[in-house]
């Protein structure tokens, strides 16, 4: 299914699920997503009689206070769109899966063919739900969000237990939207040294690509991003989302980093070659000298270029003869010296 789960670089999924209810709206968030260089799209399946009760409620900034049950009615898409819009993504080159939120829910999108299940935070703790989809056999993305360490443990012990080690661990804020003081990415680090057996990554709920980047560059293997066409379409997920333009400056920018990241081993790049040469600086006669002259502090400075020899051998050479005669501004080589 992840057929565009690279080992060298992050994985970028755009979250469509919410931001649409007709394959119209789909197909404009995918190809949008498409065009911006995404790895997968991602929706929510759910149905409000299974997944509320009518007396719970929203009280986020992004919703007000509400009844989950009637936002959830009112974008809950069925299986056909399931299908529909899965193959549209597929079409496109985009890898594609969902965040179930029942059992029955994961039984549509097995029936969908889906290649790995995203767990949201608010099921991060249900380990029954966790074991029900661990033994898919599918890959698992967990966002955990509200989860202490030790909730996590368990719930990635369930999971295991289950024999399913396909398994990618999201760090999430569960505030829509995420303000900055509340990110906490050094949480995303603490999960990478606690389970250092699992991928690791972010799911960001912020109101700009800032944070994704910020994860990437602290070692995430996977983002995930609300995608919308428009910040002020109907709907509570759109306000939080990257529109398509903050979605390709997103994209671009892990893709710069991932080259400028480098193979961490300390050495002269490439380009440095004939900067290294030009650049450094050597032993340099600042007079000229005649075979068998004395070398001597007034006789040589440290200067560019880098050819010669090099300035930590400076106390070495003084005092030494000249093997040969040299001109003002020789640069020094050992074969000069007798």
Not at 7 to 16: G, K, T
Not at 29 to 58: H, N, P, W
Request: with cysteine; proline share 4%.
């Amino acid at each position: 299914m992840f057929k565009n789960f690279h080992s060298d670089r992050c994985y970028v999924i755009a979250e469509i699920g919410g931001n649409f209810t007709t394959l119209e709206q789909a197909r404009r968030l995918i190809d949008e997503a498409a065009g911006c260089g995404v790895d997968a799209v991602k929706l929510q399946t759910y149905r409000a009689q299974t997944l509320s009760s009518r007396v719970a409620m929203f009280d986020m900034e992004n919703t007000g206070v509400t009844s989950q049950f009637d936002l959830f009615n009112k974008y809950a898409i069925d299986e056909k769109l399931h299908h529909e819009v899965f193959l549209y993504a597929q079409d496109k080159g985009l890898d594609w899966f969902s965040s179930p939120s029942h059992q029955s829910d994961v039984d549509l999108l097995e029936r969908c063919g889906v290649g790995a299940h995203k767990i949201g935070s608010d099921d991060a703790v249900n380990l029954p739900f966790l074991r029900y989809v661990a033994r898919t056999g599918k890959p698992i993305l967990l966002s955990t969000g509200m989860c202490t360490l030790e909730e996590v443990r368990r719930s990635v012990d369930a999971i295991l237990g289950e024999g399913n080690d396909r398994l990618i661990l999201l760090h999430a804020i569960t505030s829509y939207p995420t303000h900055p003081q509340h990110v906490n990415l050094r949480a995303m680090q603490t999960l990478m040294e606690t389970f250092p057996q699992l991928d690791v990554g972010y799911s960001d709920h912020t109101v700009s690509p800032v944070a994704s980047l910020c994860a990437v560059a602290m070692g995430a293997r996977v983002v995930e991003r609300h995608f919308t066409y428009d910040k002020a379409a109907d709907g509570p997920d759109h306000m939080l989302s990257a529109d398509p333009a903050e979605m390709k400056w997103l994209v671009d920018a892990i893709r710069a980093f991932e080259v400028m990241r480098g193979n961490g081993i300390k050495r002269p790049a490439d380009s440095e070659k004939t900067t290294r040469r030009n650049n450094r600086k050597s032993l340099v006669l600042t007079q000229a000298v005649r075979a068998g002259d004395r070398l001597t502090a007034e006789s040589v400075a440290i200067k560019r270029p880098g050819y010669g020899i090099q300035p930590r051998f400076y106390e070495q050479v003084l005092g030494r003869t000249a093997g040969r005669d040299l001109d003002t501004d020789a640069v020094l080589d050992w074969s000069d010296l007798a």
